[in-house]
């Protein structure tokens, strides 16, 4: 949205006993199998008994949603955007020039740099829909990850936190040109380091479209998908449904703010661009009518929708993937989410909450208004994987980024 305990039979001493494959455990009991996780969480995937252990200090509490706040999930998204803390961190930005003209903003952790040693592994955030480095679920994963030792970068989209607009377009839920850019780059800054994405709603899409078309490819060597719409086409239908609304119409608002700040780039354009109606776009798919589905050739904005989603890109990925979802989510609707080519992919593995709402999850222990419950396990699962990562056998990037021109560059605090 715009700003806007289970008693265990089995010990954790079980993984010692049991031999861990890509496939997962073979435990011989239903007791057993129970024990993994709380029944209040819904926990599949292909590689579900292989990262269970990693998860199991969180995932074995039941999920309780705070009192009053978590009750309706309206309640719960809104809470979470307009009344969760900010944790305050300075950040150095860097603004990087894509090969088509366009920038992105990369804000890196002040200091950094300096502190940390180059093989620390790099945690890269991809925000939401119109969403950056200010928002508060991504400072929270920021402050989290960072605290532990890792270099974190946030990836703000063209437009996005404050990111400049250089050219006549802006990025969409299709385009994985300045993911692979801004990926091939952070890698070759530090090649010594593992690189890891987590991704949020919009942004979750795009890195699971990036880690499908990359597939054995992929530079990263896992990453985390939070409130994947998936199925943009399922994604919208619910968007046009009672209060819904007021999140569409508060992220078209958002996306006028940041079209009308760069209007004049947009001047001349020829072709079938609606510049009047993105402009005073009344919802996201007015605003994609307008500017987005042209600007990335797609022939009406149901063909983008269709050919956008993200749905279809997990039976192609080969890095480790955990996604976490609401089941109550208004905006990234549970039935949007590909259940069975996530069983089918021994990369995957999925966790889909009762409550939660859109970037919400006020749960766990900083609930109401510290870090959402999904931190503690991103960062559990996330650290599993660099404990069994070994630096040289990291997935090589290209060498293009490492021979971009310091002048493309731009750093200042932010």
Partial sequence: MAKLSLGSTVSLSLSHHIRP?????????????????????????GARDHFLPALYTNLRQPYNPFPLIAWNRHVETIFASFFRSVPDIRLRRECLRAKDGGSVSLDWVSGDHQRLPPD?????????????????YVRHMLT??????????????????????TTAQFYSASFLGDMC????????????????????????????????????????????????PFNLVIADEDFHKGFNNVYDKALSRALCKIFKKHALLFEDMEGEFNIPLAANAKS???????????????????????????????????RPLLCIQAENDPIAPSRAIPREDIKENPNCVLIVTPKGGHLGWVAGAEAPLGAPWTDPVVMDFLEHLER????????PCHSEAMQRSSGELQHIEV
């Fill in 120 to 136: 620390s592994p790099i945690l890269i955030l991809l925000p939401g829909l119109t969403g950056g480095s200010q928002d508060s």
């Fill in 388 to 395: 069994g990562a070994s630096k040289t056998d990291k997935f």
């Fill in 21 to 45: 494959s890509v496939t997962g455990f073979h435990v011989a009991t239903t007791t057993m199998r129970m024990a993994d996780h709380h029944p209040s969480l819904e926990v599949i995937g």
């Fill in 284 to 318: 996201v798919r007015d605003f994609d009518e307008g500017i987005t589905r042209v600007s990335f050739g797609f022939k009406s904005v149901d063909d983008y929708y269709s050919n956008s989603g993200s749905c279809d890109s997990i039976k192609h990925v080969q």
């Fill in 181 to 228: 850019e801004v990926v091939e780059h952070v890698g070759a800054r530090y090649p010594e380091a593992n690189l890891y994405a987590v991704g949020w709603s919009l942004g979750a899409n795009i890195l699971v479209r990036y880690l499908g078309h990359e597939s054995h490819a992929c530079p990263l060597s896992g990453a985390v998908s939070l409130c994947n």
């Fill in 144 to 165: 989290k990850a960072n605290s532990k030792g890792w270099r974190v970068v946030v990836f703000n989209s063209r437009g996005c936190g404050e990111s400049p607009v």
